[in-house]
């Protein structure tokens, strides 16, 4: 059966992010709440989608239901993917907030690009490009959610030692010859898993910058909410640089 336009374009959508709840479909611009559910409801019938009961570990209410692409729906939008495991369910969902929240981002005249890549063998969260038409200057930053069940001097001090590997041998230039540099955004899900990240101090390399969800989802990615290395005393904007376009750009409005 051939589907209409709207609903494949919302099905590829949703093959990008792997899983979507409605909330998230609202705030990533693809639907609003009640078309949601009915693109839902129909791509059920034709068995190119599954919902499933979702709770969020913030959410103390009902439980949302979460829409995920069968085999089927991969095949229909031509992307050569596999449903998302149970298991991955509660990271994707913060990872799709945490896209939302950069997609955000073109509110200070930046273009961000999102992607899920591997990077010399190593895969992170996420890929960030945000870029600068009127300055003609990109920024690079790599996004590693954490949801708690990594051992912070085991898992995550892994991960740091490979983003040194990566910055020493300049690995990742695979992606632009231009970039001069990296920042690795740890999102934490919650600020004590922050705190006790941040005690590391020596090992927090000044391109490592970490932040909260809850400061993330209140606050927006663009916002001063970045701790940069150990320093605790100051919080930053991921903009950096950049910054300077949205100042002119409020100028003249």
């Given at each position: 059966?051939?589907?209409?336009?709207?609903?494949?374009?919302?099905?590829?959508?949703?093959?990008?992010?792997?899983?979507?709840?409605?909330?998230?479909?609202?705030?990533?611009?693809?639907?609003?709440?009640?078309?949601?559910?009915?693109y839902g409801r129909e791509l059920v019938k034709n068995g190119l989608v599954?919902?499933?009961?979702?709770?969020?570990?913030?959410?103390?209410?009902?439980?949302?239901?979460?829409?995920?692409?069968?085999?089927?729906?991969?095949?229909?939008?031509?992307?050569?993917?596999?449903?998302?495991?149970?298991?991955?369910?509660?990271?994707?969902?913060?990872?799709?907030?945490?896209?939302?929240?950069?997609?955000?981002?073109?509110?200070?005249?930046?273009?961000?690009?999102?992607?899920?890549?591997?990077?010399?063998?190593?895969?992170?969260?996420?890929?960030?490009?945000?870029?600068?038409?009127?300055?003609?200057?990109?920024?690079?930053?790599?996004?590693?959610?954490?949801?708690?069940?990594?051992?912070?001097?085991?898992?995550?001090?892994?991960?740091?030692?490979?983003?040194?590997?990566?910055?020493?041998?300049?690995?990742?230039?695979?992606?632009?010859?231009?970039?001069?540099?990296?920042?690795?955004?740890?999102?934490?899900?919650?600020?004590?898993?922050?705190?006790?990240?941040?005690?590391?101090?020596?090992?927090?390399?000044?391109?490592?910058?970490?932040?909260?969800?809850?400061?993330?989802?209140?606050?927006?990615?663009?916002?001063?909410?970045?701790?940069?290395?150990?320093?605790?005393?100051?919080?930053?904007?991921?903009?950096?640089?950049?910054?300077?376009?949205?100042?002119?750009?409020?100028?003249?409005?």
């Amino acid at each position: 059966m051939k589907q209409p336009t709207a609903r494949l374009t919302f099905l590829s959508a949703l093959t990008e992010y792997r899983c979507l709840t409605v909330r998230q479909s609202l705030a990533a611009g693809l639907a609003s709440e009640q078309m949601t559910r009915r693109y839902g409801r129909e791509l059920v019938k034709n068995g190119l989608v599954s919902v499933k009961p979702f709770q969020a570990m913030e959410s103390s209410g009902r439980p949302e239901n979460l829409i995920l692409p069968t085999p089927k729906g991969f095949k229909a939008v031509g992307v050569n993917a596999k449903p998302l495991e149970q298991r991955l369910f509660l990271h994707q969902y913060y990872l799709n907030w945490c896209r939302i929240k950069f997609d955000d981002l073109k509110q200070f005249a930046v273009r961000p690009t999102f992607q899920v890549r591997s990077i010399g063998g190593f895969w992170p969260d996420g890929t960030l490009v945000l870029r600068s038409e009127k300055l003609d200057k990109s920024l690079l930053f790599f996004l590693e959610v954490d949801m708690g069940t990594e051992s912070i001097s085991g898992e995550l001090a892994a991960k740091r030692g490979a983003y040194r590997e990566l910055f020493s041998s300049r690995t990742y230039k695979e992606i632009g010859q231009y970039f001069n540099g990296f920042r690795v955004l740890f999102v934490f899900s919650d600020k004590s898993r922050l705190r006790a990240f941040l005690r590391l101090k020596r090992d927090l390399y000044s391109f490592i910058w970490s932040t909260d969800f809850q400061s993330l989802n209140r606050s927006g990615a663009g916002a001063a909410i970045w701790q940069r290395g150990a320093e605790t005393s100051e919080q930053f904007s991921i903009l950096g640089s950049l910054q300077s376009v949205t100042t002119d750009s409020e100028q003249t409005t």
